[in-house]
């Protein structure tokens, strides 16, 4: 570091004196008042800092919320058309089956009905799979190794989960 680089600072020149650094170490009083002065400061930019941070999760929450709204509205589009889509297409497989390949009409809802009920367990099974990840194990996991969030009930249904 050279001598252009050290900072300059009116602190570090005692009082009434000609521009000359200040010679010996600060008087305790002095340096208690710059301490408190450096902490509070510190603890002005926390806050700041939290406000900040605070008025993002506000923002965020409400773009999300807007953003939910409307995804859940093009989820029940998908869902209409895609039912009627599939109910088509099962009305497709009975006549297929029932006028091509001769099966009764009872063979052939059953066989549609059939099928209809495989997509659905596996619908079942992906959804509940997936609703696993909402458990937030890996965060619950954390917060207790810092001693946050112990709870027994919640040690056994992890344990259980990780033993799988």
Do not use: C, N
């Not at 009116?10 to 008087?27: K, N, V, Y």
């Not at 807007?66 to 039912?83: N, T």
């Not at 495989?118 to 619950?140: D, I, K, P």
């Amino acid at each position: 570091m050279s001598a252009g680089d050290a900072p300059h600072s009116d602190d570090a020149r005692a009082p009434g004196s000609s521009g000359e650094p200040r010679q010996g170490p600060l008087p305790l009083e002095d340096a208690v008042r710059e301490i408190g002065d450096a902490g509070r400061e510190g603890l002005s930019a926390a806050l700041d800092t939290g406000r900040a941070l605070r008025g993002l999760l506000i923002a965020d929450l409400a773009l999300a919320r807007s953003a939910l709204g409307r995804a859940l509205m093009w989820v029940a589009v998908a869902i209409v058309f895609g039912a009627s889509s599939w109910l088509l297409l099962m009305a497709a497989l009975i006549a297929l089956l029932q006028g091509v390949l001769g099966w009764s009409w009872l063979a052939s809802m059953s066989a549609a009905a059939g099928l209809s009920l495989v997509v659905t367990a596996l619908g079942v099974w992906q959804a509940l799979r997936y609703f696993e990840h909402t458990r937030l194990s890996a965060t619950r996991r954390q917060l207790r190794r810092m001693g946050l969030g112990h709870d027994d009930d919640d040690d056994r249904e992890i344990e259980k989960q990780e033993a799988r």
